[in-house]
């Protein structure tokens, strides 16, 4: 053999070695990805005495925790043979008063890893739906915030993160290409409590409230599960769903449309011909004959309708001067929370992880190994591939 025949021949093995390299160094990522811990932040929006919202913390145990007075943390762990996973918990009480503290938890670190849970109280329908409005507003431009703020900087990441929320739905989806899509690029789960009290509503009413969150949820990508703690087996489907968005196990299969059942929608499992029309616009069809499907305008006018709004005696309350009332603990007290809150905000800006700046904060302690079991972060972009 030549030695030019040679070279050609040592040329082409060398190629072939240099891919091979790469394709075991692609699967050798892979699988490290696969073996480090789990770290995602679930944030919680409710009110505790109405809406049981301590079923985010049902994780591995029943045990009802103490009602949260306003951004409060805790976590919940599992455990994959020496694998340990944590997910951050944030719990925003308050209602819809408190809600700009979002900031403070969600920023371009772990937007990637977020899940945003929003807990409503099915027993007063008039305030859910404004509260779900107000939540899904707050959230959709905080989410906006922090991935303009990633694609400035040339970051790859909210790309992804939209592809994969899009990813949900399937490209034959028949809803997919209509203006009232507006889906979230992070996962959003709204939990319907209290569905004992709701199941005993009107028919009529218990409906048009059903369709209209399904509706709300459909079009914000997001999925939709109904439960109460007194049924174990409800509350085992809203654990499943969590589970699921914390610590990557296997996605709730089940499906339920009835509205006289629970319901349990995950996202990307409903259409516009499923869900209907609002009793105004029943059989409504377009200029060519097809069925014509209702925008939400629609949908709140017929809700405003069946559940009139109870009349808000707040704005009537007058402005009270605390300087006039003055408890030196109260204040200090007041003025020590202030500053830890704005210490969290400059302390997040830095990107300092998570578990020193909760170190830091009175009144906050951390499980000793709660960062994971082997030190490393865990990308949810690297465990489903998206490759960011």
Not at 20 to 30: D, P
Not at 109 to 121: A, G, K
């Amino acid at each position: 053999m030549s030695r030019e025949s040679l070279g050609k021949e040592e040329s082409r093995t060398s190629r072939k070695d240099v891919w091979n390299l790469a394709l075991k160094v692609k699967k050798g990522s892979s699988a490290a990805a696969a073996d480090e811990g789990v770290e995602t932040t679930i944030m919680v929006f409710g009110y505790y005495c109405q809406s049981d919202i301590s079923n985010i913390d049902r994780y591995q145990t029943d045990d009802i925790p103490p009602p949260t007075s306003a951004l409060e943390y805790r976590f919940a762990r599992s455990t994959r043979g020496t694998i340990k996973d944590v997910a951050h918990i944030w719990e925003l009480a308050g209602g819809t008063h408190l809600t700009d503290l979002i900031d403070v938890p969600i920023n371009e670190s772990n937007i990637h890893l977020t899940t945003f849970v929003i807990v409503l109280d099915l027993s007063e329908p008039a305030e859910a739906l404004p509260v779900l409005e107000h939540f899904l507003d707050k959230i959709q431009m905080r989410a906006k915030k922090v991935l303009d703020g990633l694609e400035a900087r040339g970051s790859k990441r909210p790309k992804g993160l939209r592809a994969f929320a899009l990813k949900k739905y399937g490209s034959d989806h028949p809803d997919i290409s209509s203006d009232a899509m507006y889906i979230c690029p992070v996962p959003i789960v709204i939990v319907g409590a209290k569905y004992d009290l709701f199941r005993d509503m009107e028919p009529e009413k218990r409906k048009l409230l059903c369709k209209t969150l399904r509706f709300l949820a459909h079009t914000q990508g997001a999925t939709l599960v109904f439960a109460n703690l007194k049924d174990e087996t409800a509350c085992a489907k809203v654990r499943r769903v969590l589970n699921h968005h914390a610590f990557r196990s296997s996605p709730l299969q089940e499906l339920s449309h009835d509205y006289n059942k629970p319901l349990v929608i995950t996202a990307g499992q409903d259409t516009f011909s499923q869900i209907g029309n609002p009793p105004s616009e029943a059989g409504g069809k377009d200029a060519i004959g097809k069925q014509a499907f209702a925008g939400y305008d629609k949908w709140r006018n017929d809700f405003d309708r069946y559940f009139p709004k109870k009349r808000d005696t707040s704005s009537h309350i007058e402005a009270i001067d605390f300087t006039k009332f003055k408890e030196p603990r109260v204040d200090a007290m007041r003025a020590q929370k202030d500053e830890e809150l704005e210490r969290m905000r400059r302390m997040l800006d830095k990107k300092i992880p998570i578990k020193e700046i909760l170190s830091g904060v009175a009144g906050t302690s951390l499980a000793k190994n709660a960062g994971g079991g082997n030190g490393k972060s865990y990308s949810r972009a690297k465990a489903m591939g998206l490759g960011l």
